[in-house]
């Protein structure tokens, strides 16, 4: 079996608008501090081909998903269903996924994404290379993130490791630990945040690297916990690069070669299969509600009137809806499982998935293909909050149905056992 790494930049033109927080902040890129990277790792074998893409992105509609794997699918000539598509989630990137409100896209840019993804791929066939041994690993870290749904929601600092040795060329190394990446909050400039310095100290050891975050819907970076600011004038910048660059360390030394252990590289295998999720069904009478409330809060939250109003009209012709389709990906690497979520997941539904599986080296990924909004704790739901009720305005979606979160984790581990 061979693997093969591949990479190629992605950042924005300036005056690019950034997505990921607030409404209407009209907020454009300024200044690059880091570039953004699509991340390919391929794996070879008997002639058939299985692809890993990264990327530094908020997330994929399912038009920029498609269009991107069916590109890829032409130019390496293989099955789009051997293809598995994440994002980092930064929120100092480019409108890519499935958000209103939240940034204007940029119709060259997305244009042309696609085949710059595809040159990420097609470097990584050049690369490939036999596999002589993968290692995995279990580390906990200092954390960097925290639990910001308040008391009681779970956090995790472990970090899963991956390390491919390969006959001839660098080894290739994956993380999975779970933050989201908003260091920068509502900053002006594009960053891949945390998972790009992770990656500069990887080839700083000689490692080509990947970040895949885990889910990480509830769990925000403890600079953000501090109140730093975060304009590129603010007296606390550097201390925020600094700390920025101090994560992406912290998770690098999570490789820890005299803890790894040598795990099997066969079989190998690619399965996708679409699962249902409730959704919370809303009256006209409760739409109107959700409206009015958004009105008083709008003083606090600039905006947010204007995109409750226009979700309000665009639901009440959603009401009949019940259901919403998720599509999960799993990629079997021997004693490894990469399971993707197409949620900004909350860590206790993704522990619940890997939990599951003791004998398996677990790594999910959430924010994975085609990005639907948020997969809370059935406690979240009936709380209520942000990743409830407020963020499905700006991914134009009903909430999701208390406890349709952990039905859908135990929906997938039943499912992946019996597809066996």
Known sequence: MKCGYGKEKITPTPDTDL?????????KATTVLDDLYAYSIVFENNGQKYLLVNCDLLGFTADLLSKTKSLLSRRLLMPAENILVISTHTHTGPATANVVDCGERNDAYLEALSGLIAVSAEKAVEDLREIQTIKTGLEEIFPIGYNRVGSGGMESHLVKTVLIKRANGSPVGIANYGCHPTSLSSASQVSADFPGRFVTAMAKNGVLAAFINAPCGDI?????????????????YDEIITTIDEYGKRLASAFREDTMAETNIYPIQMIGFTLPVQLRGLSYNELETIAADAEVKDNTWPGLSKSTRRYVEQMKMK??????????????????????????TFTEIGLMIADAFPNKHVLVAGNANEVLGYLATAKKMEIGGYEAIESTYIYDRLPIETGAGEKLANDIVQTIKEMG
């Not at 997505?19 to 907020?27: E, I, N, T």
């Not at 403890?222 to 606390?236: E, N, P, V, W």
């Open 19 to 27: 997505s990921g927080f607030g409404f209407y902040l009209d907020r």
């Open 220 to 236: 925000n970076p403890l600079i953000q916990k501090a109140g730093k600011a975060t304009d590129i004038t603010s007296d606390k």
């Open 319 to 344: 009401i009949p809806m019940t259901k919403e389709n998720a599509f999960i990906q799993v990629f079997f690497l021997g004693d490894i499982m990469i399971i993707g979520i197409p949620y900004e």
